[in-house]
Nanobody, 121 residues
Framework: QLQLVESGGGLVQPGGSLRLSCAASGFILDYSIGWFRQAPGKEREGVSCISSSDGRTYYADSVKGRFTISRDNAKNTVYLQMNSLKPEDTAIYSC???????????????WGQGTQVTVSS
């Protein structure tokens, strides 16, 4: 089972940028890697995913055009570049491995511990 460790969260002003990293213990090409987030009092939602089979990327409508997911196969790391951040992006962001990209967390094989992102002036 893939072990995942996130980093890169923090406090940023509205309009700012952050890059989250998800470092994996094994070959990420064998897995689809997704980013999920959960804000206080809200359900967890899928933010973005990169497919293992063809590298296709998926984004939630709320982040499309602002967030970019990518992977460095040599480092077994997946990144989430977040630009034009808004206060509503504030949440705990977690990466997850699965066989296929899906918003359904029932398909997740392993989770990282999460990293806090706070967007506030």
């Amino acid at each position: 089972q893939l072990q995942l460790v996130e980093s890169g969260g923090g406090l940023v002003q509205p309009g700012g940028s952050l890059r989250l990293s998800c470092a994996a213990s094994g070959f990420i090409l064998d897995y689809s890697i997704g980013w999920f987030r959960q804000a206080p009092g809200k359900e967890r939602e899928g933010v973005s995913c990169i497919s293992s089979s063809d590298g296709r990327t998926y984004y939630a409508d709320s982040v499309k055009g602002r967030f970019t997911i990518s992977r460095d196969n040599a480092k077994n790391t997946v990144y989430l570049q977040m630009n034009s951040l808004k206060p509503e992006d504030t949440a705990i962001y977690s990466c997850a491995s699965s066989a296929y990209c899906s918003r359904d967390t029932n398909f997740v094989a392993s989770w990282g511990q999460g990293t806090q992102v706070t967007v506030s002036s």
